[in-house]
Protein backbone atom coordinates (compact mmCIF):
# COMPACT_ATOMS: atom_id res chain seq x y z
CA UNK A 1 0.00 0.00 0.00
CA UNK A 2 1.06 3.29 -1.30
CA UNK A 3 0.84 6.39 1.36
CA UNK A 4 -0.35 9.29 0.59
CA UNK A 5 2.56 11.56 -1.87
CA UNK A 6 2.50 14.64 -3.59
CA UNK A 7 4.35 14.63 -6.77
CA UNK A 8 5.11 17.68 -8.70
CA UNK A 9 6.37 18.11 -12.62
CA UNK A 10 9.73 16.22 -12.70
CA UNK A 11 7.82 13.05 -10.92
CA UNK A 12 4.97 13.79 -14.03
CA UNK A 13 8.18 13.60 -16.38
CA UNK A 14 9.59 10.40 -14.41
CA UNK A 15 5.94 8.40 -14.98
CA UNK A 16 5.73 9.05 -18.55
CA UNK A 17 9.40 8.06 -18.71
CA UNK A 18 8.94 4.72 -17.04
CA UNK A 19 5.46 4.41 -18.69
CA UNK A 20 7.25 4.52 -22.34
CA UNK A 21 8.75 0.92 -21.32
CA UNK A 22 6.27 -0.39 -19.38
CA UNK A 23 3.51 0.16 -21.75
CA UNK A 24 4.29 -2.46 -24.00
CA UNK A 25 4.12 -0.58 -27.13
CA UNK A 26 0.83 1.34 -26.55
CA UNK A 27 -0.66 3.86 -24.10
CA UNK A 28 -0.09 7.14 -26.12
CA UNK A 29 3.51 8.52 -27.39
CA UNK A 30 6.33 9.17 -25.72
CA UNK A 31 7.57 11.89 -28.23
CA UNK A 32 3.58 13.72 -27.22
CA UNK A 33 4.23 13.03 -23.81
CA UNK A 34 7.33 14.91 -23.72
CA UNK A 35 6.06 17.93 -25.80
CA UNK A 36 3.04 17.97 -23.41
CA UNK A 37 4.96 18.00 -20.28
CA UNK A 38 7.46 20.79 -22.28
CA UNK A 39 4.26 22.83 -22.36
CA UNK A 40 3.22 22.07 -18.50
CA UNK A 41 6.83 23.34 -17.92
CA UNK A 42 5.50 26.50 -15.89
CA UNK A 43 3.35 24.91 -13.77
CA UNK A 44 4.96 24.59 -9.71
CA UNK A 45 1.91 22.96 -8.28
CA UNK A 46 1.78 19.16 -6.75
CA UNK A 47 -1.11 16.75 -6.93
CA UNK A 48 -1.81 14.11 -4.31
CA UNK A 49 -1.32 10.46 -5.27
CA UNK A 50 -2.37 7.73 -2.98
CA UNK A 51 -4.88 4.76 -2.82
CA UNK A 52 -8.21 4.69 -3.56
CA UNK A 53 -10.49 5.35 -0.16
CA UNK A 54 -13.51 3.72 -0.97
CA UNK A 55 -15.85 7.07 -0.34
CA UNK A 56 -14.97 9.39 -3.23
CA UNK A 57 -16.27 9.48 -6.56
CA UNK A 58 -14.13 8.30 -9.21
CA UNK A 59 -14.09 7.89 -12.85
CA UNK A 60 -11.43 6.19 -15.57
CA UNK A 61 -10.31 8.67 -17.93
CA UNK A 62 -8.23 8.42 -20.88
CA UNK A 63 -7.49 9.54 -24.11
CA UNK A 64 -9.28 7.13 -26.63
CA UNK A 65 -8.02 7.01 -30.62
CA UNK A 66 -4.99 6.44 -32.72
CA UNK A 67 -1.86 7.83 -31.41
CA UNK A 68 -0.58 8.56 -35.12
CA UNK A 69 -3.97 9.46 -36.58
CA UNK A 70 -3.83 11.97 -33.92
CA UNK A 71 -0.53 13.57 -34.85
CA UNK A 72 1.61 15.29 -31.87
CA UNK A 73 -1.08 16.03 -29.64
CA UNK A 74 -0.74 19.37 -27.57
CA UNK A 75 -1.48 19.91 -23.82
CA UNK A 76 -4.42 22.19 -25.14
CA UNK A 77 -5.78 19.11 -27.28
CA UNK A 78 -5.83 17.01 -24.11
CA UNK A 79 -6.94 19.29 -21.70
CA UNK A 80 -9.54 20.50 -23.38
CA UNK A 81 -10.66 16.61 -24.68
CA UNK A 82 -10.78 15.67 -21.07
CA UNK A 83 -12.39 19.23 -19.89
CA UNK A 84 -15.33 18.71 -22.10
CA UNK A 85 -16.29 14.98 -21.40
CA UNK A 86 -15.61 16.04 -17.83
CA UNK A 87 -18.34 18.63 -18.08
CA UNK A 88 -20.67 16.71 -19.80
CA UNK A 89 -20.83 13.74 -17.82
CA UNK A 90 -22.01 16.49 -14.79
CA UNK A 91 -24.63 18.26 -17.04
CA UNK A 92 -25.94 14.81 -18.37
CA UNK A 93 -25.31 12.35 -16.19
CA UNK A 94 -25.40 14.54 -12.59
CA UNK A 95 -22.20 12.49 -11.74
CA UNK A 96 -18.67 14.54 -11.51
CA UNK A 97 -15.43 12.60 -10.07
CA UNK A 98 -13.42 14.26 -7.44
CA UNK A 99 -10.20 11.81 -7.97
CA UNK A 100 -9.43 9.40 -11.13
CA UNK A 101 -7.61 6.04 -12.06
CA UNK A 102 -5.55 5.55 -15.16
CA UNK A 103 -6.99 3.07 -18.02
CA UNK A 104 -4.09 1.34 -18.46
CA UNK A 105 0.37 2.39 -18.21
CA UNK A 106 1.13 4.93 -20.82
CA UNK A 107 2.63 7.56 -21.70
CA UNK A 108 -0.32 9.46 -22.25
CA UNK A 109 -2.84 8.15 -20.16
CA UNK A 110 -0.69 7.46 -17.32
CA UNK A 111 -0.41 11.56 -17.33
CA UNK A 112 -3.95 12.11 -18.42
CA UNK A 113 -5.28 11.85 -14.72
CA UNK A 114 -2.41 13.64 -13.29
CA UNK A 115 -2.45 16.68 -15.53
CA UNK A 116 -6.30 16.54 -15.14
CA UNK A 117 -5.72 17.15 -11.14
CA UNK A 118 -2.89 19.21 -11.96
CA UNK A 119 -5.31 21.43 -14.24
CA UNK A 120 -8.06 21.25 -11.98
CA UNK A 121 -10.37 19.63 -14.29
CA UNK A 122 -13.96 19.64 -14.13
CA UNK A 123 -14.06 18.36 -9.99
CA UNK A 124 -10.61 16.29 -10.14
CA UNK A 125 -8.31 16.73 -7.74
CA UNK A 126 -5.86 13.48 -6.96
CA UNK A 127 -5.46 10.49 -8.56
CA UNK A 128 -5.41 6.70 -7.54
CA UNK A 129 -2.24 4.95 -7.73
CA UNK A 130 -3.33 2.70 -10.16
CA UNK A 131 -4.31 1.44 -13.26
CA UNK A 132 -6.70 -1.70 -15.22
CA UNK A 133 -4.12 -3.68 -16.91
CA UNK A 134 -0.68 -3.41 -15.95
CA UNK A 135 0.52 -2.28 -19.18
CA UNK A 136 -1.60 -0.65 -22.41
CA UNK A 137 -4.12 -2.84 -23.98
CA UNK A 138 -5.66 -2.25 -27.55
CA UNK A 139 -9.75 -2.26 -26.09
CA UNK A 140 -11.56 -1.41 -23.05
CA UNK A 141 -12.46 -5.63 -21.93
CA UNK A 142 -8.90 -6.21 -22.00
CA UNK A 143 -8.80 -4.45 -18.39
CA UNK A 144 -9.69 -6.17 -14.75
CA UNK A 145 -12.23 -3.18 -14.43
CA UNK A 146 -14.27 -4.95 -17.45
CA UNK A 147 -14.59 -8.23 -15.57
CA UNK A 148 -15.96 -5.94 -12.37
CA UNK A 149 -19.68 -7.04 -12.25
CA UNK A 150 -20.44 -4.41 -9.87
CA UNK A 151 -18.55 -1.41 -11.74
CA UNK A 152 -20.78 -0.31 -14.59
CA UNK A 153 -18.56 0.52 -17.56
CA UNK A 154 -21.51 3.49 -18.10
CA UNK A 155 -22.74 5.87 -18.58
CA UNK A 156 -19.63 6.67 -20.67
CA UNK A 157 -19.02 10.30 -21.91
CA UNK A 158 -16.83 11.00 -24.83
CA UNK A 159 -15.52 14.69 -26.23
CA UNK A 160 -13.46 16.01 -28.68
CA UNK A 161 -10.86 18.59 -27.95
CA UNK A 162 -13.32 21.78 -29.30
CA UNK A 163 -12.44 25.09 -27.60
CA UNK A 164 -15.62 26.43 -27.49
CA UNK A 165 -18.54 25.15 -25.81
CA UNK A 166 -21.01 25.58 -29.03
CA UNK A 167 -18.17 23.89 -31.29
CA UNK A 168 -17.54 20.78 -28.79
CA UNK A 169 -18.88 17.30 -30.39
CA UNK A 170 -19.77 15.42 -27.25
CA UNK A 171 -21.75 11.33 -27.05
CA UNK A 172 -23.14 9.32 -23.94
CA UNK A 173 -23.15 5.60 -24.36
CA UNK A 174 -25.54 3.68 -22.44
CA UNK A 175 -25.33 -0.20 -22.97
CA UNK A 176 -24.60 -3.33 -20.48
CA UNK A 177 -21.06 -4.55 -21.21
CA UNK A 178 -17.48 -3.17 -22.05
CA UNK A 179 -17.28 -4.87 -25.76
CA UNK A 180 -20.51 -2.64 -26.66
CA UNK A 181 -19.09 0.36 -25.12
CA UNK A 182 -15.67 -0.62 -27.00
CA UNK A 183 -17.81 -0.79 -30.19
CA UNK A 184 -19.77 2.15 -29.76
CA UNK A 185 -17.01 4.77 -28.24
CA UNK A 186 -14.90 3.88 -30.71
CA UNK A 187 -17.36 4.42 -33.50
CA UNK A 188 -17.96 8.07 -31.82
CA UNK A 189 -14.44 8.55 -31.56
CA UNK A 190 -13.67 7.72 -35.29
CA UNK A 191 -16.96 10.24 -36.16
CA UNK A 192 -15.42 13.14 -34.57
CA UNK A 193 -11.73 12.55 -36.20
CA UNK A 194 -8.29 11.12 -34.64
CA UNK A 195 -8.97 11.33 -30.35
CA UNK A 196 -11.17 12.11 -28.12
CA UNK A 197 -11.09 12.14 -24.21
CA UNK A 198 -13.09 9.89 -22.15
CA UNK A 199 -14.52 9.05 -18.69
CA UNK A 200 -16.50 5.60 -17.73
CA UNK A 201 -16.86 3.14 -14.75
CA UNK A 202 -18.05 5.83 -12.24
CA UNK A 203 -17.69 4.45 -9.36
CA UNK A 204 -20.29 6.40 -6.62
CA UNK A 205 -22.07 6.06 -3.79
CA UNK A 206 -25.30 4.33 -6.08
CA UNK A 207 -22.98 1.30 -6.33
CA UNK A 208 -21.41 1.23 -3.25
CA UNK A 209 -17.63 3.26 -4.43
CA UNK A 210 -16.97 -0.25 -6.79
CA UNK A 211 -13.83 1.15 -7.96
CA UNK A 212 -12.61 -0.85 -4.56
CA UNK A 213 -10.30 -3.45 -5.75
CA UNK A 214 -10.76 -3.74 -8.85
CA UNK A 215 -7.99 -2.32 -10.41
CA UNK A 216 -4.00 -3.88 -10.26
CA UNK A 217 -2.47 -0.90 -7.00
CA UNK A 218 1.03 0.69 -6.88
CA UNK A 219 1.66 0.73 -10.27
CA UNK A 220 1.79 4.49 -10.65
CA UNK A 221 4.09 4.21 -7.82
CA UNK A 222 6.50 2.24 -9.45
CA UNK A 223 6.37 3.93 -12.50
CA UNK A 224 7.82 6.80 -11.40
CA UNK A 225 10.79 4.99 -9.33
CA UNK A 226 11.62 3.35 -12.39
CA UNK A 227 11.70 6.79 -15.08
CA UNK A 228 13.78 8.01 -11.99
CA UNK A 229 15.41 5.08 -12.29
CA UNK A 230 16.85 5.72 -16.18
CA UNK A 231 17.64 9.17 -15.51
CA UNK A 232 21.32 7.40 -14.51
CA UNK A 233 20.93 5.73 -18.40
CA UNK A 234 21.24 2.22 -17.48
CA UNK A 235 22.14 -0.53 -19.52
CA UNK A 236 19.39 -2.87 -20.54
CA UNK A 237 19.76 -5.56 -17.94
CA UNK A 238 19.57 -3.22 -14.94
CA UNK A 239 16.60 -1.84 -16.58
CA UNK A 240 15.16 -5.86 -16.52
CA UNK A 241 16.32 -6.12 -12.88
CA UNK A 242 14.70 -2.65 -11.43
CA UNK A 243 11.33 -3.63 -13.03
CA UNK A 244 11.46 -7.46 -11.48
CA UNK A 245 12.01 -5.78 -8.43
CA UNK A 246 9.03 -3.12 -8.53
CA UNK A 247 6.45 -5.13 -9.94
CA UNK A 248 7.69 -9.11 -8.56
CA UNK A 249 6.41 -9.69 -12.24
CA UNK A 250 9.20 -12.23 -14.07
CA UNK A 251 10.97 -9.66 -16.27
CA UNK A 252 13.79 -10.90 -18.96
CA UNK A 253 15.59 -9.26 -22.06
CA UNK A 254 14.91 -11.56 -25.51
CA UNK A 255 16.63 -9.15 -27.73
CA UNK A 256 19.13 -7.04 -26.32
CA UNK A 257 20.64 -3.91 -28.87
CA UNK A 258 19.05 -4.67 -32.09
CA UNK A 259 17.97 -2.38 -34.62
CA UNK A 260 14.61 -1.48 -35.91
CA UNK A 261 15.38 -2.33 -40.02
CA UNK A 262 11.71 -2.60 -40.88
CA UNK A 263 8.59 -0.70 -40.01
CA UNK A 264 4.75 -1.54 -41.59
CA UNK A 265 1.69 0.41 -40.00
CA UNK A 266 -1.80 1.62 -40.87
CA UNK A 267 -4.52 3.21 -38.81
CA UNK A 268 -7.70 0.55 -39.02
CA UNK A 269 -11.25 1.18 -39.58
CA UNK A 270 -10.74 0.57 -35.47
CA UNK A 271 -9.06 3.50 -34.76
CA UNK A 272 -6.03 1.26 -33.91
CA UNK A 273 -2.34 1.29 -35.26
CA UNK A 274 -1.70 -2.12 -36.53
CA UNK A 275 1.65 -2.70 -37.64
CA UNK A 276 5.17 -5.13 -37.99
CA UNK A 277 8.30 -4.24 -36.47
CA UNK A 278 11.00 -6.17 -37.59
CA UNK A 279 14.52 -6.13 -35.51
CA UNK A 280 17.98 -7.52 -36.79
CA UNK A 281 21.41 -7.91 -34.80
CA UNK A 282 23.31 -5.47 -37.12
CA UNK A 283 21.80 -2.01 -39.02
CA UNK A 284 22.08 -3.62 -42.11
CA UNK A 285 19.79 -6.94 -42.28
CA UNK A 286 21.54 -8.83 -44.79
CA UNK A 287 24.44 -8.96 -42.37
CA UNK A 288 22.14 -10.13 -39.79
CA UNK A 289 21.97 -13.56 -37.82
CA UNK A 290 19.46 -12.94 -34.90
CA UNK A 291 15.89 -11.71 -36.57
CA UNK A 292 12.41 -10.73 -34.07
CA UNK A 293 8.98 -9.61 -35.79
CA UNK A 294 6.80 -7.75 -33.41
CA UNK A 295 3.10 -7.76 -34.22
CA UNK A 296 0.84 -4.88 -33.16
CA UNK A 297 -2.72 -3.58 -32.55
CA UNK A 298 -1.12 -0.37 -31.07
CA UNK A 299 -0.11 -2.21 -28.28
CA UNK A 300 2.42 -4.92 -28.52
CA UNK A 301 0.62 -8.61 -28.78
CA UNK A 302 3.06 -11.23 -30.73
CA UNK A 303 6.95 -11.61 -30.73
CA UNK A 304 8.23 -13.88 -32.87
CA UNK A 305 12.02 -14.66 -33.53
CA UNK A 306 13.49 -16.62 -36.93
CA UNK A 307 15.46 -18.84 -34.41
CA UNK A 308 11.86 -21.03 -33.41
CA UNK A 309 8.42 -21.68 -34.54
CA UNK A 310 6.38 -20.82 -31.86
CA UNK A 311 6.13 -17.31 -30.64
CA UNK A 312 8.64 -16.06 -27.78
CA UNK A 313 6.26 -13.32 -26.21
CA UNK A 314 2.38 -13.70 -26.36
CA UNK A 315 0.34 -10.73 -25.14
CA UNK A 316 -1.34 -10.57 -22.33
CA UNK A 317 2.13 -10.48 -21.47
CA UNK A 318 4.11 -7.64 -22.11
CA UNK A 319 6.17 -7.12 -25.05
CA UNK A 320 8.54 -3.72 -24.24
CA UNK A 321 11.25 -1.43 -26.00
CA UNK A 322 14.25 -0.08 -24.31
CA UNK A 323 16.85 1.80 -26.15
CA UNK A 324 20.43 2.06 -23.89
CA UNK A 325 21.14 4.46 -26.59
CA UNK A 326 18.58 7.03 -25.61
CA UNK A 327 18.21 5.70 -21.75
CA UNK A 328 14.50 5.06 -22.83
CA UNK A 329 11.28 3.36 -24.18
CA UNK A 330 9.21 4.41 -26.55
CA UNK A 331 5.84 3.44 -28.32
CA UNK A 332 4.40 2.37 -31.67
CA UNK A 333 3.33 5.59 -32.69
CA UNK A 334 5.49 6.81 -35.90
CA UNK A 335 6.87 9.87 -33.73
CA UNK A 336 8.35 7.36 -31.49
CA UNK A 337 9.43 5.32 -33.98
CA UNK A 338 11.06 7.61 -36.09
CA UNK A 339 14.13 7.87 -33.31
CA UNK A 340 15.03 4.49 -34.00
CA UNK A 341 14.02 3.89 -37.78
CA UNK A 342 14.05 6.49 -40.47
CA UNK A 343 11.17 6.25 -42.60
CA UNK A 344 12.28 8.13 -45.77
CA UNK A 345 15.53 5.83 -46.76
CA UNK A 346 13.07 2.28 -44.84
CA UNK A 347 16.58 2.09 -42.75
CA UNK A 348 17.69 2.01 -39.52
CA UNK A 349 18.45 5.23 -37.46
CA UNK A 350 21.95 3.24 -36.28
CA UNK A 351 19.78 3.26 -32.15
CA UNK A 352 20.00 0.19 -31.13
CA UNK A 353 16.94 -1.15 -29.14
CA UNK A 354 16.06 -4.10 -26.45
CA UNK A 355 13.08 -6.18 -26.09
CA UNK A 356 11.71 -6.55 -22.86
CA UNK A 357 9.32 -9.37 -21.87
CA UNK A 358 7.07 -9.17 -18.34
CA UNK A 359 4.66 -11.31 -17.30
CA UNK A 360 1.48 -10.49 -17.37
CA UNK A 361 -0.05 -9.36 -13.65
CA UNK A 362 -2.14 -12.11 -11.84
CA UNK A 363 -4.84 -9.93 -11.42
CA UNK A 364 -5.13 -9.11 -15.02
CA UNK A 365 -4.69 -12.79 -16.06
CA UNK A 366 -8.00 -13.97 -13.67
CA UNK A 367 -10.10 -11.36 -14.60
CA UNK A 368 -13.11 -12.57 -16.21
CA UNK A 369 -13.56 -12.40 -19.97
CA UNK A 370 -9.91 -10.76 -19.94
CA UNK A 371 -7.96 -13.86 -21.68
CA UNK A 372 -10.98 -14.27 -24.03
CA UNK A 373 -11.05 -10.71 -25.29
CA UNK A 374 -6.87 -11.00 -26.15
CA UNK A 375 -7.21 -14.58 -27.74
CA UNK A 376 -9.97 -12.49 -30.13
CA UNK A 377 -7.53 -9.92 -30.97
CA UNK A 378 -4.15 -12.32 -31.69
CA UNK A 379 -7.22 -14.27 -33.82
CA UNK A 380 -7.69 -11.04 -36.23
CA UNK A 381 -3.71 -10.96 -36.47
CA UNK A 382 -3.55 -14.45 -37.54
CA UNK A 383 -2.89 -16.49 -33.97
CA UNK A 384 -5.21 -18.96 -33.35
CA UNK A 385 -3.00 -21.40 -30.80
CA UNK A 386 -3.75 -21.43 -26.86
CA UNK A 387 -2.72 -18.40 -25.08
CA UNK A 388 0.57 -18.97 -22.17
CA UNK A 389 -2.29 -18.97 -19.19
Not at 206 to 213: C, D, P, W
Not at 230 to 259: D, F, K
Not at 309 to 317: K, M, R
Request: aromatic letters at 8%; charged letters at 15%.
Amino acid sequence: MMSEQSWGLSDFQDVAAGAAILGSGGGGGYQDAQLILKQFSGWGGTVTVKDYDGASPCSVIAMMGSPDAAGDMTLTELSSSIGNTLAVQKATCGFSPTCSIPIEIGPINLLVPLLAAALQLGDVRWVVDGDGAGRAVPELPQTTYAGAATLPPTPCVVADNATQASQMQSGVVNTPTTAQVETLAGAVVKAFGAFAGISMWPSSRANGFALSGQYIPNTLGQIRVLGNFLRTRPETAAVVRQISVLTGRTTEAVATNHYITQVTQATSDASLDAGIIRLDNDPDPSKSTSRFYIYNLNENLIAYSTSQAAPLILAPDSICYYSEDQAAGFSNATSDLSVYYDFSSGRSSGKKVSVIKIAAHPRLVATPGVLDSFAGLLRSIGYASALPY
